[in-house]
């Protein structure tokens, strides 16, 4: 594809960033930047309810884990997918949560495992733990709650 003029960069830039869209790639790229919002809200919440506040940081990760889904889910419904299979809120969020929840479990597994087995400092475990869990998150999520 050529681009020609200022005009089609800026409907290649709406369609990307505005426009409701039912594109896997164009959603997947959203919600990579979702999934990096809802990271900072996770990562920075772990350094600071673990360095800060003292708490153990599987604890602090499953806390901060809780704050990144609940940034995610909003973030989400208003800018990924425009597409609902579940009328009801409360059911939806549900089972965002639930999918959330079986990442949790692995953000945990992964974390300890990254941390505790092969003595990675828990930060870049977390790191190399969120891009795991982003992938799951968006298909887990793509596939059961907004197709």
Do not use: C
């Not at 673990?50 to 901060?64: E, K, P, R």
């Amino acid at each position: 594809m050529k681009i020609k003029d200022k005009s089609q960069i800026t409907n290649i830039i709406i369609e990307l960033l505005k426009n409701p869209t039912n594109s896997t790639r164009i959603q997947f790229l959203r919600y990579v930047f979702v999934g990096g919002a809802a990271f900072i809200v996770d990562f920075f919440s772990l350094f600071l309810l673990t360095d800060y506040f003292g708490i153990y940081y599987i604890i602090s990760a499953a806390l901060a884990f809780s704050l990144g889904l609940v940034t995610n889910y909003l973030l989400s419904i208003k800018w990924v997918f425009n597409q609902r299979n579940i009328d009801n809120k409360t059911i939806e969020f549900s089972l965002f949560a639930f999918i959330g929840i079986i990442g949790l479990g692995l953000n945990e597994i992964f974390i300890w495992f990254f941390t505790s087995k092969l003595g990675i400092y828990y930060m870049i475990s977390k790191i190399i733990t969120a891009i795991i869990i982003l992938f799951w998150n968006f298909f887990a999520r793509k596939l059961t709650l907004f197709q």
